[in-house]
């Protein structure tokens, strides 16, 4: 059996890949394609700065794998429940911008239940000390 802190860190990856493949298909998809190439996503413009929000945003779930496998009981139960609930409420949210297609909706479910679960483990995880 995974401790929790193994658990954790293959959850994190585990979003992080999903989040990472939904934006490559988003990039496949021409319609969307054609707004990237101008700088205008569904009315966004993709600035320097929303990339480099878009950069800070990702890094969570990177950082969240060393983390859970690196960090002391105290500090990883917060953490996880702390990024988990980010993650979770900006995912969510993302599906009120525009009109979601199939394939981000499809993505952002898996994810949301993703970190949801991850936010559940971190709540629920006793020390065993």
Known sequence: MKTKNELLSYLWLFALLNYLYCDVVGIMDSSLLKQYLTGHVNGMEISSS???????????????????????????????????SVMTIVQTS????????????????????????ICYISYNWKNQI
């Open 94 to 117: 993302t599906l009120v911008m525009g009109t979601p297609t199939a394939y981000y909706i499809f993505f952002s479910i898996i994810e949301i239940a993703t970190t949801i679960s």
């Open 50 to 84: 929303f990339l480099f929000a878009a950069s800070i945003l990702m890094e969570i779930p990177i950082a969240m794998m060393l983390i859970s496998k690196f960090t002391s009981f105290e500090f990883n139960k917060w953490s996880n429940l702390v990024a988990g």
